[in-house]
């Protein structure tokens, strides 16, 4: 069973917390998307009202080991104190005598923000010593940061071995009720969107969820591959023909399963993906050679929000098309305000499709937005994430 950070004593306690505070930045160095940072707010507070000495400890982009001052923390610790109302440091660095003595000026209620983990090749590696040293700043271990639960890092993994008392965050348990409502005890219909670029990424996900699923929706690139492996001509679009056999095997698997298995019956095309190429709409099995799908079409978006009419619980990964470019953004727009206006329970996962919700303007409308794309992915194929499996029962 996991423990939950309202299960744990906090007061006056040194609390080292994982948290997810790897936003995207302009050139700037300007936050243009705090969802993340946002999302952690109800453990941070929890904690500070608590009156815990609060260590918080994230990564940013991937430095590999190095020092990359334009991927520092300092832009998070600067939203989140705006966010709190109060000023929350950045330590210089994650582990050594420096952040030692910023950890022991702590006062109950105050909290700092530790350097990039992956400043340190010993984060990624989940080396034991620089788990430990980590370790040593705090006395409580709580895991808020779904979108890295799926990594056996050291932040996440190797650090909890050296605590007694850990526990997850409000963040990370929302994340797995959502999930556990969608795809264990959901109402029905359920009906999955899956979209992207590769049948191979959402493979095991498929795979995972088609005896549990009424309806399943597949869009994006990854639909050329289940038309051209039933023989249809898909131009110069992006298809995996070794993937060929496979397709045809989940579609003959989710017929006599029962399930009802919805491809694009037509598509936006060009010869190119840039913002303005030339394009037009044909029914999928006339793309002429040299043209490429990169959109669902008028009447497959048609089908697709039909098929959402009746549902009661949806979950979606993956734009149905190339929605940064106004030209090819058209289906998953009309998507987005579909799934908006369901009354079903409606779980959006995967940073694409995240970026797709709020360009509609349909994000309040979505009754769960995960902040974890691979991690959301990996539960949807059913895998176990190293990050809670620490806090089920230790390392």
């Known amino acids: 069973m996991i423990r939950y950070i309202d299960e744990l004593d906090l007061a006056g306690k040194k609390v080292l917390m994982r948290v997810d505070f790897n936003v995207p930045l302009n050139e700037a160095l300007e936050i243009t998307d705090d969802h993340r940072i946002r999302a952690a707010l109800p453990s941070v ?68 923000l530790l350097e990039n983990l992956r400043f340190y090749n010993g984060e990624t590696k989940d080396d034991p010593e620089f788990a430990k040293a980590l370790a040593s700043l705090a006395e409580v271990y709580v895991n808020d940061a779904f979108a890295v639960s799926h990594r056996a890092h050291a932040s996440v993994h190797g650090v909890v071995k050296f605590f ?99 491809l694009p019956v037509d598509v936006v095309i060009a010869q190119e993906l840039k913002a303005d190429a030339v394009n037009r709409i044909v029914p999928v099995q006339e793309i002429p050679d040299g043209w490429m799908a990169l959109d669902i079409g008028p009447a497959t978006t048609q089908l697709f929000c039909e098929a959402l009419e009746n549902a009661r619980t949806i979950v979606w990964n993956g734009p149905v098309g190339a929605f940064e470019m106004p030209a090819f953004s058209a289906g998953t727009m009309a998507l987005a305000h579909a799934v908006g206006a369901s ?3 409606t779980i959006v996962g995967g940073g694409d499709t995240d970026a797709a919700v709020a360009k509609a303007g349909e994000t309040g409308n979505i009754s769960y937005i995960s902040t974890g794309g691979g991690a959301f992915l990996d539960l949807l194929e059913g895998k176990e994430l190293p990050g809670i499996l620490a806090l089920t029962e230790g390392v």
């Not at 009156?51 to 991937?62: E, N, P, V, Y």
């Not at 556990?180 to 005890?185: C, D, I, P, Q, Y």
């Not at 590769?198 to 005896?211: D, E, R, W």
Request: with cysteine; proline share 5%; charged share 20%.
């Open 45 to 112: 507070r929890y904690a500070l009202e608590k009156g815990a000495r609060l260590i918080l400890c994230s990564h940013m982009g991937k430095p590999k080991g190095q020092r990359v001052e334009k991927l520092s923390l300092k832009p998070a610790a600067l939203r989140l104190s705006e966010l709190l109302g109060q000023q929350v440091p950045l330590v210089a660095d994650c582990i050594g005598p420096e952040v030692q003595a910023a950890v022991e000026a702590l006062q109950p209620g105050q909290a700092v």
């Open 164 to 262: 007694k008392a850990y526990a997850a965050g409000f963040l990370l348990k929302n994340e797995l009720a959502y999930f556990e409502r969608a795809l264990k005890a959901p109402e029905r219909p359920l009906v999955a969107i899956l979209g992207g670029s590769k049948v191979s990424t959402k493979l095991g996900a498929i795979q995972n969820i088609l005896p549990k699923v009424n309806k399943i929706i597949i869009g994006g690139a990854m639909a050329n591959t289940f038309w051209a492996a039933q023989g249809v001509s898909m131009g110069s679009s992006l298809v995996e023909p070794d993937l060929f056999e496979t397709a045809r095997y989940l579609v003959s698997e989710a017929r006599q399963a029962g399930v009802k298995f919805y």
């Open 343 to 345: 009354s079903a329970l």
